[in-house]
């Protein structure tokens, strides 16, 4: 069946670090991936999405390539801020409606 | 426009009386879906649902669980005699069709079983 595993947290940074959170997927076929992020207090937003290998999905300064050759789809950002603080969720569909979810990295970022 | 709403976000049970979970879609969307969050695993797929029918139920448990989604209403999640490996943050998202991949969710509650 298909899994999501991602990086532990907690993750702790300073403002203006690099971020990079790993995610690893098996899949039949092939899946969409995406990565969500949960503000505290609210549901989860879509982030960024890619649908084939090598796409490259980006939103917000937040960045993932679809790499199939690694089952990988890891979150990069290259200056946060500590907006960014929040839970992230790697998740992926192999083309229906059901969503399979990582276990969501926790993110803090201190000023 | 509202976002999905969930209610109550933290609801309190003791072992062996019922849940019951609302979820409210965005205005428009007629696609339901229920997610199950246990401590420390990721999200998984429970139930998805249109008004008034069950599409899949392939994710929830045999026994205990419900779900329904009225004509009119937020759809429910029912969960009776609950036991304290019921506790877990219960997500619900929903969609304007069937196979976009974009789902909306709700910020979940969060079910403790004393």
């Known amino acids: 069946g298909n899994s999501v595993t991602q990086m532990e947290g907690p993750v702790t940074l300073s403002e203006e670090a690099f971020l990079t959170i790993n995610c690893t997927y098996t899949a039949t076929g092939y899946p969409s991936l995406f990565w969500y992020v949960q503000y505290p207090g609210e549901g989860l937003q879509l982030l960024l999405k890619?649908?084939?290998?090598?796409d490259k999905g980006s939103n917000k300064g937040f960045e993932a390539t679809y790499r199939k050759e690694t089952t990988s789809f890891h979150l990069e950002k290259g200056s946060v801020q500590v907006s960014d603080s929040a839970v992230y969720f790697c998740a992926l569909s192999d083309g229906d409606y059901k969503l399979s979810f990582g276990a969501g990295t926790t993110v803090t970022v201190r000023a | 426009n509202a976002g999905v709403m969930q209610n109550p976000r933290h609801l309190v049970r003791r072992r062996g009386q019922e849940a019951r979970l609302r979820c409210s879609p965005m205005k428009g969307h007629s696609h339901v879906y229920w997610y199950r969050q246990l401590p420390e695993e990721g999200l998984k797929f429970m139930v998805y649902l249109q008004k008034e029918n069950i599409i899949d139920e392939s994710g929830m448990p045999k026994e205990r669980f419900s779900a329904e989604f009225p004509k009119e209403g937020p759809s429910i999640l029912r969960i009776q005699q609950v036991v304290r490996g019921d506790s877990a943050a219960y997500f619900c998202?929903?969609?304007?069709?069937?196979?976009?991949?974009?789902?909306?969710f709700g910020p979940g509650t969060r079910l403790t079983v004393l």
């Open positions: 890619a649908t084939k290998a090598d």
């Open positions: 998202a929903s969609s304007p069709l069937r196979r976009d991949n974009e789902q909306f």
